[in-house]
């Protein structure tokens, strides 16, 4: 992995993607799980790492202009910090069509797990994709995608989103 400041901002592969952990979550193997995963899919990835403040994320998706945000946690906090992340990332005109992803294990309790991913969908997540989901739904999700080459129209929902902000 390379501090963002170091990373190099080439266009290639079928996906440029953007692949962190949450402020409150240090685990790196599953940061590292998913960046293989996708490198072996062929996307390129710049993983921003473990511990990652909501501004930070927010701004190396400005810099990079991914074709996905795939956000991982595995310390059972994840529903707690995604919703200010998702939030910070809709606030910005740049990442308004931004395909953004969050998977892993997001709460600590065993119950309300439809209820947790329906809201980080309502927030702004396109898929939520929680502990014990096979990975073949996240790997079709990304095979969904179009490239974007940085040229990105915004997802129906992030439309009406900056058009209800707007009014």
Sequence with gaps: MKPVEWAARPRSGPLD?????????????NLVFIQLLLEDLGHTVVNLGPCIPR??????????????LVVSSVNGHGFNDAGPLI??????????GLPAVIGG???????????????LMRAGFDAVFQ???????????????????????????????????AR
Excluded at 17 to 29: K, N, Q
Excluded at 141 to 165: I, K, M, N, W, Y
């Design 55 to 68: 501004d930070e994320i927010v701004e190396s998706c400005c810099k990079f202009q991914p074709d996905l």
């Design 105 to 119: 294990k997001l709460g600590v309790s065993g119950g309300g797990r439809q209820e947790q991913a329906a809201e």
């Design 131 to 165: 502990e014990g989901v096979d990975f073949a739904a996240f790997e079709s999700f990304v095979g969904s995608l179009p490239r974007t080459s940085g040229d990105r129209t915004p997802l129906p929902r992030a439309r009406a989103l900056a058009e209800e902000v």
């Design 17 to 29: 993607v953007v692949v962190t952990g949450l402020p409150s979550d240090a685990h790196t193997w």
């Design 87 to 96: 939030e910070a990332v809709r606030s910005r005109w740049e990442l308004a």
